[in-house]
């Protein structure tokens, strides 16, 4: 089955960019996901992108897909202390579930 | 205001002692689906139902059952509820499953002793 993987954790100072990476092993997902989740909330729907786009752009957001290696990133410029909080990629798994398959989580700390 | 509402927000029970937690949507979507999260796993999908009365089991559905005599509501029931139960729960709604953004509620956090 379908499978996504993040790095845990990443850690860097307010203002420098920050950029959260995902593999998956394999999506006919339409769209790809990036969720975020603020200590003690719900999961937030940060932004997203068309399986057959490259980028896209949304702000200080920036989402690339790289299908052939099965690789999407995160990209947050000017990262705030705001920004900290867990960051989960998301794809819609194969068949008629609607089910969406998570990576683990990165946590994302911004120092000031 | 568009939204997926879910209680209790915090529970703690006891090992056997059966509950229940709420979710409702007020957006008419017919999906709705749970899931459950914990530490260095993410989110696993417990139950999803495609509309009124049609459920099915997800990837980790033992020890829950789920009901859907309307289209707003998806109570998640545990009937007899273990530690490793304990877990952050999710419930999520979206107009059409695997393809429309999924929206979720605040979370449950359940703590069985």
């Known amino acids: 089955g379908e499978d996504v993987e993040q790095s845990l954790f990443l850690s860097v100072r307010e203002g420098d960019s920050s950029v959260i990476n995902c593999t998956y092993t394999?999506?006919?997902?339409?769209?790809l996901y990036w969720y975020k989740q603020e200590p003690g909330a719900g999961l937030q729907l940060l932004t997203y992108?068309?399986?057959?786009?490259d980028m896209k752009q949304d702000q200080r957001l920036t989402v690339l897909l790289n299908k052939k290696d099965k690789h999407l990133s995160l990209r947050i410029a000017d990262t705030q202390t705001g920004d900290s909080a867990i960051y989960f990629c998301a794809i819609y798994g194969s068949g008629n579930t609607g089910k969406l398959i998570f990576g683990q989580g990165t946590t994302l700390q911004v120092k000031p | 205001e568009a939204q997926v509402t879910q209680n209790p927000r915090y529970l703690i029970t006891v090992t056997g002692k059966k509950l229940t937690v709420t979710c409702s949507q007020n957006m008419n979507h017919e999906y709705m689906s749970w899931y459950r999260q914990d530490p260095g796993l993410g989110l696993r999908q417990i139950y999803y139902?495609?509309?009124?009365?049609?459920?099915d089991k997800g990837d980790v559905p033992e020890g829950y059952k789920v009901s859907r005599k309307e289209k707003r509501n998806f109570p998640l029931i545990l009937e007899s509820p273990s530690p490793n139960q304990t877990s952050l729960y999710f419930c999520?709604?979206?107009?059409?499953?695997?393809?429309?953004?999924?929206?979720f509620g605040p979370g449950t956090r359940l703590t069985v002793l």
């Open positions: 139902s495609m509309n009124v009365e049609v459920t």
């Open positions: 999520a709604s979206s107009q059409r499953q695997g393809r429309d953004e999924q929206f």
């Open positions: 992108i068309f399986s057959n786009m």
């Open positions: 394999d999506s006919s997902s339409t769209y």
